[in-house]
């Protein structure tokens, strides 16, 4: 088994070498190997994504991400920027499927910004589609006949990228409490209305599932009124992109959310797919050892269950964190005071 592992930016070496840590700690017969990405890539080598980097990830079975994003290159064209390190990732190796899971710890309903009786109830995925959407359809700046300057950015699906998303939705519910509820706006787009056509025709292959509909507007809205009421999300790339953050904070902390972004391609072990935490690069903390790798280590997990096909060991990493938490190993985003090294020790100590 083959690991790449691109740290990247800001706080992603630092987290990187927490869940390290951890995966030395299993004693588990598994390669590793690190490329550069994002800002770091391209002031080593002009570009965010590099061939051998891309190569490396192709001919592993699965990615481990830390985190892109530089303040240095803010003003570099779009195309180099380290954000399209990750988009490139995504492309490039077909992961469509992002598996966002959200779940209230024991103990931590304090730290939420909502009523400790209401944050306790969160337990939810969010499935978001992402390889289409406005984030990769045609986009510009340009100068209209009046002189006015107009941004435009085409929101699109095809019907057969919707089917497959869907799948992956229906099959990650059947697996839960049978609960999907598709976000979109079809009171206004006609994309979302193609969606939720598509999402309706594929539910006739799940009769055990539930399936209901919800406008993105009223389920930001549910989401901190009666977050229980959800099981499995599923929704597009920049809805699931804005949702997926607001249940970070549902949960106290945007520190502890993981991420797996799936595709196609089966692996002798799993599904091919690369992990992240939701966090980013977090580069007003970068260096100072601060940051909370827990989302890291959680991501690991989910590598390992989905990708190596190592429920167990992605059980007892999880069950790692959540004792840590238990016995109040907190970071500063968590109103603690212990640091990111410490942290993961911590994890390694009750693994």
């Known amino acids: 088994m083959k690991i790449a ?81 990750i988009l490139g990732l995504r492309q490039a190796l077909t992961l469509f499927a992002n598996l966002r899971p959200a779940t209230m710890f024991p103990g931590l309903e304090d730290m939420s910004a909502l009523r400790p009786e209401v944050a306790s109830q969160i337990d939810l995925l969010i499935v978001r589609e992402l390889n289409g959407d406005v984030y990769f359809g045609e986009k510009a700046i340009r100068t209209l006949d009046d002189g006015r300057r107009q941004g435009y950015d085409f929101m699109s699906y095809a019907e057969d990228e919707v089917r497959r998303i869907a799948h992956v939705a229906f099959r990650a ?98 599904t091919f797919g690369l992990y992240e935490p939701i966090h980013g690069s977090a580069p007003d903390i970068a260096g100072q050892g601060k940051a909370n790798p827990m989302a890291m280590i959680l991501s690991l997990a989910m590598l390992l269950r989905h990708s190596l096909g190592l429920e167990a060991e992605a059980a007892k990493v999880e069950a790692a964190v959540a004792k840590a938490l238990e016995d109040g190993v907190r970071g500063g985003d968590l109103g603690g005071s212990a640091g990111t090294s410490e942290v993961g020790d911590a994890v390694v100590a009750r693994l």
């Not at 002031?43 to 590099?50: A, R, S």
């Not at 892109?68 to 195309?79: A, I, M, T």
């Open 5 to 85: 592992c691109l740290a990247g930016d800001g706080i992603g070496p630092e987290i990187m070498v927490e869940a390290k840590k951890v995966l030395d700690a299993l004693s588990l017969d598994i390669e590793v190997a690190d490329a550069d990405v994002g800002g770091t890539a391209y002031k080593k080598h002009g570009h965010p994504l590099p061939p051998e980097t891309l190569e490396l990830c192709k001919a592993s079975d699965a990615v481990l991400f830390g985190a892109v994003g530089d303040p240095d290159c803010d003003n570099l064209e779009r195309h180099l920027r380290p954000e399209q390190a």
């Open 173 to 270: 519910a059947q697996g839960r409490k049978k609960l999907l509820c598709s976000v979109d706006k079809a009171n206004v787009l006609e994309t979302s209305q193609l969606w939720r056509d598509v999402v309706i025709e594929v539910s006739g292959e799940y009769p055990d599932v539930t399936l209901s509909h919800m406008y993105v507007d009223n389920a930001a809205m549910q989401l901190v009124r009666n977050p229980g009421q959800f099981d499995v999300v599923v929704t597009g790339n920049l809805f699931g992109d804005i949702l997926s953050d607001q249940a970070s904070m549902c949960v106290g902390s945007i520190g502890l959310l993981a991420s797996a972004s799936l595709g196609e391609r089966q692996t002798d072990h799993g």
